[in-house]
């Protein structure tokens, strides 16, 4: 890291570090400037001792090119990776807004509706990554941020994954921060599949829509053995506004057998998607913006899959727009009239100039056959 003129820090000599945006485990989050591109980005950078680490260095190059291909609306998009004196770094595009577990925090329950509304948000952006091969492993309302137009976007792809190449006795518990999140299997030691992720999903609506997480322990020993061993209470003893359908959904996605819930976070999502709040709680159109044509909300996922040869195209993601509904056409086409009525002022115009004209000709012609002979004097 540099110190420019400004005795602002530099990294690379092209990121300017502005502030602390927040800190992790095993990193602080900037907001910072790319100086080459003029934009607003966030940069992660990694704890010395993590960055020192030969095969951490090269498994987390590993996760954020793999994460870098990922393009879709609720991921947060990483730009660039780096290393620079002594410290790895992750850039990423920067996102306004607040981490969902600081708002769990600030606002306790959710209404039901906004609740899966985000959550819906959160399974488009997993389910585009699980399409493209990659689990992300650490889903957890610290990884989700929401913009104040209540867009949600998901962080830290392959990082948890990158963490497993270092030796146990290297990391502590407090790298792998929150394992009131993870599935039974991750709480066994076992590779996690996209299941693991729903599994994650489904503690953070648990969390959302109850107030209160479905497993608590102060030691991570008892948590990952309730993960695996406990049914959590049910949610709709927690929160009666919790329709019965959406229960059930639930409990299945806490599953402890990863087969007993749903495959993808796409089909979480899609089963969401009717309990899902409004578009009245996402972003308003703004006045210039064209009428989108989709319906009321768009549950997960319409992106593909990122394209398995980098650098290959890929068509741009649908945006999860709120939607208005479609002006009435009929109501103004009953207005307009389909034919000119007969006897609009403008052809009575323009028939009583035709007629001026032709009556006003007739001496003129008559005369002119007449010189012509071809009609004789009266
Ligand atoms: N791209 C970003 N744009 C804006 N703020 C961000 C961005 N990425 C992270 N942050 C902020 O930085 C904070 C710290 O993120 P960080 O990932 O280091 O911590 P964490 O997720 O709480 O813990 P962990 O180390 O387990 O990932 C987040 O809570 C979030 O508020
Ligand atoms: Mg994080």
Known sequence: MERNTADTPMLSNRYKLLQTLGAGGMAVVYRAQDMMLERPV?????????????????QFRLEAKAAANLSHPNIVTVHDFGFDAG???????FVPGKDLKTLIKERGRFPVAEAVNLIAQACAGIGYAHRAGIVHCDVKPHNMIVTPDKRLKVTDFGIARALTSINPDEHSNEVWGSPQYFSPEQAAGLAPSPASDVYSLGVVLYEMLTGQLPFTATDAQEL?????????????????????????ILLKVLSKEPAQRYRSADQLGRLLAPFAGTPEMLQPIPPEAPRPQQPAYQAPAPAQPPAARPGSYQPPPQPQQPIEEPAAPAAEAAAEPLLPPLLS???????????VLWVGMLPFGAYVLLRLGIIGAP
């Open 345 to 355: 002022p403008d052809i009575i115009i323009l028939t009583i100039i035709a007629v």
């Open 224 to 248: 990952a053995r309730q993960h695996r061993e406990v049914r959590p209470v049910p949610p709709r003893r927690l929160n009666r506004e919790i329709a019965p359908e959406l229960e059930q």
């Open 87 to 93: 410290r790895l770094f992750i850039v990423m595009e």
């Open 42 to 58: 966030a940069i992660k950078l990694l704890r010395q001792d993590y960055s020192g680490n030969h095969g951490f260095r090269n």
